[in-house]
């Protein structure tokens, strides 16, 4: 069973920086789309970014200019840099990362969130 092992979350003032990053714990083929999604207290869970195979990125409105998203194809492994952080952006952040199998079968699969506290 693939998990996914993020990091990089914690506590930082308005204005700083955080970067994120996951990367499956076992083996993995076929990845696709690899993203960040986050979830506020008493909110949805709702898409930050994504990033494909091909490296077509999509971003909320509400990161754009602030947060980029790459990944290491190489690795597996998904980066969120998230620049000047505004209050707002607290919530857990989850990896998220959906593809198909060499048996041709649609996977996804989600991280256990890693916490991002922006202080005022």
């Known amino acids: 069973q693939v998990q996914l092992v993020e990091s990089g979350g914690g506590l930082v003032q308005a204005g700083g920086s955080l970067r994120l990053s996951c990367v499956p714990s076992?083996?993995?083929?076929?990845?696709?789309?690899m993203g960040w999604y986050r979830q506020a207290p008493g909110k949805q869970r709702e898409l930050v970014a994504t990033?494909?195979?091909?490296?077509?990125?999509n971003y909320a409105d509400s990161v754009k200019g602030r947060f980029t998203i790459f990944r290491d194809n190489a690795k597996n492994t998904v980066y969120l840099q998230m620049n000047s952080l505004k209050p707002e952006d607290t919530a857990v952040y989850y990896c998220?990362?959906?593809?198909?199998?060499?048996?041709?079968?649609?996977?996804?699969?989600w991280g256990q969130g890693t916490q991002v506290t922006v202080s005022s």
């Open positions: 998220n990362v959906g593809g198909r199998s060499l048996r041709f079968r649609d996977y996804e699969y």
């Open positions: 990033i494909t195979s091909g490296g077509s990125r």
């Open positions: 076992g083996s993995i083929f076929g990845i696709n789309v």
